[in-house]
């Protein structure tokens, strides 16, 4: 009897053992995916200073940043908050205290960022709307960078980030991917003639980040905040917008209601930055969306 206790406590003291051992391995690959430097060539972008260019910065970053940095650019505090995985705040971009304006020394820093997602030392932010922004033109990323940089500054403190060792063993695994790992990196990005357009319609869906939520086909799935269980719909012609007239997309990109009468929740679909878009562009998005496969 004696010895069977001694084996159960054996192969369980080994079992725990290993997963010990297991957690603390993939602790260690996290930790390290997350303090990895990455190096890019600068990227030459031109910052320009003429009103068109900084009208066009404008209304890019209402429509793009605003929604996470706040309208006044001034950083969100817990912008993801959860007890069992951690803290990131959506930092103060302006040059107020607290500002990455006032910290950051070059408009590469601040391209770095918003292409390749990593900070100024190269290591990789937790921003996953860089997977969006990866495909913006030097144009476009340079007249962004050019308005942030006159937006009036904001003194505000929001706080580092602070991920739980759980968070950085379900890194380590490979369940949460950061950024800086998947895009395309690409130095150039092309960007279609502005217009009304499917092209430019593509372009775009893809720098407004649809598809972090809508899915890469846009066929809808599950959200990629897994404390939010609203489900995201399908916005091919699959879905239900095969019975919507391009009226009805307008309405509800501007007032958030479907022509169902549902009320979209403007902090799971951004409907109020993305109704912010021009009726020209938001046509665009209608054509493209209009053009795709039909998916289930
Ligand atoms: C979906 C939400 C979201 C959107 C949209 C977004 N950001 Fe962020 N941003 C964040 C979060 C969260 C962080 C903090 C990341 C971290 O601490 O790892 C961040 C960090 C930053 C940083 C600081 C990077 C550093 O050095 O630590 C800059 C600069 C920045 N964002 C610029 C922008 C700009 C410019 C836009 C619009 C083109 C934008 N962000 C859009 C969520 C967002
Ligand atoms: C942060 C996640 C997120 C992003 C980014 C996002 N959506 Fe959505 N979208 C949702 C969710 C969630 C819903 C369902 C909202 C509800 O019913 O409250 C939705 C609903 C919609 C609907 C209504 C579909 C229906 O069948 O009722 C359309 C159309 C739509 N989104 C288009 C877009 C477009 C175009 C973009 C990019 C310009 C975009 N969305 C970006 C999450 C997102």
Same mark, same amino acid.
């Given at each position: 009897?004696?010895?069977?206790?001694?084996?159960?406590?054996?192969?369980?003291?080994?079992?725990?053992?290993?997963?010990?051992?297991?957690?603390?391995?993939?602790?260690?690959?996290?930790?390290?995916?997350?303090?990895?430097?990455?190096?890019?060539?600068?990227?030459?972008?031109?910052?320009?200073?003429?009103?068109?260019?900084?009208?066009?910065?404008?209304?890019?970053?209402?429509?793009?940043?605003?929604?996470?940095?706040?309208?006044?650019?001034?950083?969100?505090?817990?912008?993801?908050?959860?007890?069992?995985?951690?803290?990131?705040?959506?930092?103060?971009?302006?040059?107020?205290?607290? /500002?990455?304006?006032?910290?950051?020394? =070059?408009?590469? %820093?601040?391209?770095?960022?918003?292409?390749? #997602? $990593?900070? &100024?030392? *190269?290591?990789?932010?937790?921003?996953?709307?860089?997977?969006?922004?990866?495909?913006?033109?030097?144009?476009?990323?340079?007249?962004?960078?050019?308005?942030?940089?006159?937006?009036?500054?904001?003194?505000?403190?929001?706080?580092?980030?602070?991920?739980?060792?759980?968070?950085?063993?379900?890194?380590?695994?490979?369940?949460?991917?950061?950024?800086?790992?998947?895009?395309?990196?690409?130095?150039?990005?092309?960007?279609?003639?502005?217009?009304?357009?499917?092209?430019?319609?593509?372009?775009?869906?893809?720098?407004?980040?649809?598809?972090?939520?809508?899915?890469?086909?846009?066929?809808?799935?599950?959200?990629?905040?897994?404390?939010?269980?609203?489900?995201?719909?399908?916005?091919?012609? /699959?879905?239900?917008?095969?019975?919507? =007239?391009?009226? %009805?997309?307008?309405?509800?990109?501007?007032? #958030? $209601?479907? &022509?169902? *009468?549902?009320?979209?929740?403007?902090?799971?679909?951004?409907?109020?930055?993305?109704?912010?878009?021009?009726?020209?562009?938001?046509?665009?998005?209608?054509?493209?969306?209009?053009?795709?496969?039909?998916?289930?």
């Amino acid at each position: 009897m004696k010895k069977v206790f001694k084996w159960i406590g054996i192969v369980i003291g080994s079992l725990v053992g290993l997963i010990l051992l297991s957690a603390v391995g993939l602790f260690a690959v996290g930790s390290s995916r997350l303090n990895k430097t990455y190096d890019f060539p600068p990227s030459g972008i031109a910052i320009p200073t003429d009103k068109a260019s900084l009208e066009r910065g404008r209304h890019l970053t209402n429509m793009m940043c605003t929604g996470c940095h706040g309208s006044d650019l001034g950083g969100v505090e817990k912008w993801f908050a959860d007890d069992a995985l951690g803290r990131v705040d959506a930092p103060n971009l302006t040059s107020g205290a607290g /500002g990455e304006g006032a910290e950051f020394e =070059s408009d590469e %820093d601040w391209a770095r960022v918003i292409r390749h #997602g $990593v900070d &100024p030392e *190269g290591k990789p932010i937790f921003m996953p709307a860089v997977t969006a922004f990866a495909h913006l033109s030097n144009e476009d990323l340079g007249a962004i960078i050019a308005y942030i940089k006159t937006v009036p500054p904001v003194n505000r403190q929001t706080e580092e980030r602070n991920f739980t060792a759980l968070t950085k063993i379900l890194i380590g695994a490979g369940m949460f991917k950061l950024p800086a790992e998947t895009v395309s990196h690409d130095p150039n990005p092309v960007a279609p003639r502005a217009g009304v357009t499917v092209e430019y319609g593509e372009y775009l869906v893809n720098i407004m980040d649809c598809k972090s939520c809508h899915g890469e086909n846009l066929a809808g799935g599950a959200f990629p905040d897994p404390s939010v269980t609203a489900p995201v719909p399908n916005i091919t012609p /699959g879905g239900s917008l095969a019975q919507w =007239s391009e009226q %009805d997309f307008f309405n509800a990109m501007k007032t #958030g $209601v479907t &022509p169902r *009468g549902n009320q979209m929740n403007p902090l799971h679909m951004p409907w109020k930055e993305i109704g912010l878009a021009s009726d020209d562009e938001l046509i665009a998005i209608w054509l493209f969306l209009e053009s795709l496969p039909s998916l289930p």
